[in-house]
């Protein structure tokens, strides 16, 4: 037995460059799915591979209790990068290691134990985020779980000032959900939650792994809402690809976050790609950039698509169109016979979370294939 549990696609990627892939036949595609949101600066953009490449040259790994200055650069810009004065900076290597860590400060920090989560959350697949993740068919067979998790349905505030009491640890959910379909939170939702929880002295943590870092038109999807949550995590396209994860908390639950460690926290190569792409982002303005490129590529779907297109739903460059047909037979025919890589959100949601550099150029292409595809 080889490699297993991924089911692999009928392409073999040989090399990557800003939109495009290029299998090993030679074929080039355009990557509308970012590979899952882990290149908003492109594949294999020259500011991350430079800075990725010296440092490996220089120090490729020391234990994560020596500072050095790739990861002290790294604290910096997350600290201020973070909304509001959500600037402690704990890292470490996956989305669900970084809400992994987000559970248990909240529940040292508070001394609580129960967890509310939302109905289609998508927090991770390891016990504790796992826990806190809707879908059945993620958790099935690998029972019991984290304890003390309660779900309540997502978008309904009533449901969740009903759930948050003194005993609430923490509230973790998405300020647009990803895996779930690409659904939205309207922003008194979210004001409520953040009001119930300041109120029961509960953490809210937000969840903002694939709507973070520009994609939804602000560096983070919460400062468009106007609230400042306790705890932000971060992964995914963090570091264009290598594997990182942050929870940034705010001083009360990072004082009293107990003992948690990871080897990797913050290795420095991981930490001198995460810098370079977060400079990226801001000389680029690419949060702006992706609101601007969103709203054309949503109007352009609503113009184009027509009667194939139940609904289009998102902001910025995350976008879920919902189709009459199932997602996987029109994604496969996306890409074989259009070369554009998407991704399925659920069974009827087509998913694109391109590169946030994209140009006017691929999004005419590929609204031109999926006018072929669903049209
Ligand atoms: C992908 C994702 C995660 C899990 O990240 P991994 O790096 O796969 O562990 C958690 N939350 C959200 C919202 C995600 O999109």
Redesign the pocket.
Known sequence: MSGFVFSEKPIEIASGDGVTLTDTNGTEYLDFGAS??CTPVGHCHPEVVDAATSQIEELMYVQASYPHAARTALYEQLSEAGPGDVDNVWLCN????A?EAALKFARHATGREKIVATTQG????TMG?LATTWKQKYKQGFEPLAGGVEFVEYGDADAMREAIDDETAAVIL?PLQ??GGINPAATEYLQAVREATEEAGAAMVL?E??TGLGRTGSLWATEKHDIVPDVLTT??GLASGLPI?ATLCRDWVAEDAGNHGSTFSGGPVVSAAAGATLDVIEHEDLPAHADEMGAYIRGQIDERLGDGVRDVRGDGLMIGIEVKRGSNRLLRDLAINHQVLALPAGRTVLRLLPPLTIEREHADAVIDALAEVIG
């Open positions: 899952y949101a996956s989305g669900t290691e809400n998508f927090h991770g697949r985020a998405e990803g895996e969840d792994i694939q992964a995914k994860g």
